[in-house]
């Protein structure tokens, strides 16, 4: 089962509130604004500042 659309149409990044996107591999959401990308588990996004890495 995936994130649904109305999920990822709701869902910012904790930290700039900026949308974030599901990344090409579906492994994480990334922040267009601050490049953070929170893993994505078992389908539950971990929506976690801390949990976050920063990807160019």
């Known amino acids: 089962m995936a ?6 149409d709701i869902l910012v990044c904790p930290l700039c509130k900026a ?3 599901l990344t090409p ?3 994480g959401l990334k922040c267009e ?3 953070r990308v929170y ?6 996004p971990v929506m ?3 949990e976050a890495k920063i990807e160019a």
Do not use: A, R, T
Request: a negative charge.
């Open 48 to 50: 976690l500042v801390d």
């Open 19 to 21: 949308p974030v996107h």
């Open 3 to 8: 994130i649904s659309k109305e999920l990822l």
């Open 39 to 44: 893993p994505v588990k078992e389908d539950i």
């Open 33 to 35: 604004k601050c490049s």
């Open 25 to 27: 591999s579906g492994s």
